[in-house]
Nanobody
């Protein structure tokens, strides 16, 4: 099993910036994809950004141009740099990873517990 832990959430003013971090730990594994999802109250969870093994990046239209996803593969970490934040960016942000467990060659999908981002004046 791969465990994911997010950090970096908090409260900011509209137009402000935050950077979220996520670290993966567990048995020997190979991550094939990592991403960030978010869920606001009363809304379904949506994919905000994702980075695959080929470094192909996906961004939801709602965050494109404002959010940047990056990886540090040696540290098994992924980051989400958020700028020009808007009130509707307020949500719980979840780290997600697809990984192969090397000892068993089994695939696994992991989720972090989430970190709250609140954008308000």
């Amino acid at each position: 099993q791969v465990r994911l832990v997010e950090s970096g959430g908090g409260s900011v003013q509209p137009g402000g910036s935050l950077t979220l971090s996520c670290v993966a730990s567990g048995n020997r594994f190979y991550i094939t994809s990592m991403g960030w999802y978010r869920q606001a109250p009363g809304k379904q969870r949506e994919l905000a950004a994702r980075a695959a093994t080929g470094s192909s990046m996906y961004y939801a239209d709602s965050v494109k141009g404002r959010f940047t996803i990056s990886k540090d593969s040696a540290k098994n970490m992924v980051y989400l740099q958020m700028s020009s934040l808007k009130p509707d960016d307020t949500a719980v942000y979840y780290c997600n990873a697809d990984a192969v467990l090397l000892e068993t060659a089994r695939t696994t999908v992991s989720w972090g517990q989430g970190t709250q981002v609140t954008v308000s004046s």
